[in-house]
């Protein structure tokens, strides 16, 4: 595990976040994309690893279609803090070029370069034939895998293809998924693991278990190492989490409804605004989410831990307001990290 102990004695997993640079209703794409770096200048005081963007295409809301643009964006505002992928949805592209932007990444900001690595699109299938995505391409994502892991690692002899920058980069790469075949390529290949629990939870268990049974040690990464996405909203007392988890919320309902809007300010009583099913739906995708004070936030996670094992979180903490979305990673941290 790569747990430490906090100022209070408790043992703790390392934090990093995930940042989607969510547009927000009143608020232009460049205030999501500043929005984004602030909080990684933040988080980098604030004691949490690593940053990553994910890779979505044709939704209004998000900002990181562009993965490598937005992780160079971040990475200029910081100076410690890892930034990377979570992640690059590899069918979508060569592997190729990949490397070349991730080695260019690492050639800028050395040692602080992660590159997660889904097979999803990440969008609708309109969208994939505007990115004239091949629809047999996921099949191939295992073997995309290492011929990515190729061109960033030393040249061999009579190599005739070579990733300017990115060979002999040795960009770290992670595994990412929310079903069993990701954590069965994590384990064959002896990579990080990242499961997608903070919107498809429910294969976690079996993933992690699959993944640490299996697991096969590499130059890379000697034993297991598990990443785990969940939904954290904090604040000064536990109605006021309440309140500001209403906007995430309105996301999940508008995206099983099909409507694509921008991120809304809370509300009240998110009962007005969801109908049962609805509500059925979207709290099934947030299943492991902890909403309140640092007290509900502390039993949260050390119940989520002592499930999981997990060697980091990822936290999601998807609000309105800027200011609040930065006092709620801050309370985690405080909470968390002492």
């Known amino acids: 595990m790569s747990w430490e102990r906090n100022a209070e004695g408790f043992d703790v997993a390392e934090l990093s976040i995930l940042e989607l640079g969510r547009v927000r209703e009143g608020f232009t794409r460049a205030d999501a994309l500043n929005e984004a770096r602030r909080l990684a200048q933040h988080a980098e005081a604030w004691g949490y690893k690593r940053l990553w963007v994910a890779e979505h295409h044709n939704m209004k809301a998000v900002t990181t279609a562009a993965t490598s643009l937005v992780v160079s964006h971040i990475a200029a505002g910081t100076k410690t803090l890892r930034v990377g992928a979570g992640g690059i949805m590899l069918p979508n592209h060569a592997p190729y070029i990949i490397a070349e932007q991730f080695g260019t990444l690492e050639a800028l900001y050395p040692g602080r370069i992660d590159l997660g690595l889904g097979r999803a699109p990440g969008t609708d299938q309109m969208t994939l034939r505007a990115l004239r995505r091949d629809p047999t391409s996921a099949d191939r994502f295992p073997q995309d895998v290492l011929e990515l892991q190729a061109f960033l690692g030393p040249v061999e002899p009579g190599q005739k293809i070579e990733a300017v920058p990115g060979s002999n ?51 890379q990464q000697k034993t297991p190492y598990a990443l785990i996405g969940v939904n954290i909203i904090a604040a000064e007392t536990n109605e006021e989490a309440k309140f500001l988890a209403t906007s995430q919320q309105m996301s999940f309902a508008n995206l099983v409804r099909g409507d694509r809007k921008l991120t809304q300010p809370p509300i009240d009583d998110i009962d007005t605004y969801w109908t049962p099913e609805e509500k059925l739906r979207a709290s099934h995708m947030l299943n492991f989410s902890i909403i ?13 831990l002592a499930r999981t094992n997990a060697d980091e979180l990822m936290i999601v903490s998807d609000m309105y307001d800027p200011d609040k979305r930065l006092r709620s990673f801050e309370i985690i941290s405080e909470v968390l990290k002492g």
Do not use: E
């Not at 994590?186 to 640490?212: E, I, K």
């Open 292 to 304: 309140g004070d640092r007290d509900t936030v502390k039993r949260g996670v050390d119940a989520l």
């Open 169 to 219: 980069s040795n960009v770290p790469l992670w595994i990412l998924g929310s079903s069993l075949f990701g954590a069965q390529v994590a384990a064959a290949y002896g990579l990080p693991y990242g499961f997608a629990s903070h919107f498809a939870p429910q294969a976690l268990d079996d993933a992690l278990a699959t993944y640490r049974a299996n697991f096969q040690p590499s130059d």
